[in-house]
């Protein structure tokens, strides 16, 4: 199976002191070995922010 589930999190909501959003998402291991980084939206912050994939 080449797809796998990876967690991403808000990269600006811990500089500012508040809870980070998380998303679940699917990547191709294959096709993007690296990390992802996706913009999406945080209600805490209240605007779309880089997500970065965590382990």
């Given at each position: 199976?080449?797809?796998e589930?990876?967690?991403i ?37 209240r ?9």
């Amino acid at each position: 199976m080449a797809r796998e589930t990876v967690t991403i999190e808000c990269t600006e909501a811990r500089k500012e002191g508040k809870s980070p959003s998380r998303y679940m998402t699917s990547r191709n291991k294959k096709l993007k070995p690296e990390k992802i980084e996706i913009k999406k939206y945080n209600p805490f912050l209240r605007r779309h922010t880089v997500h970065r994939e965590i382990k």
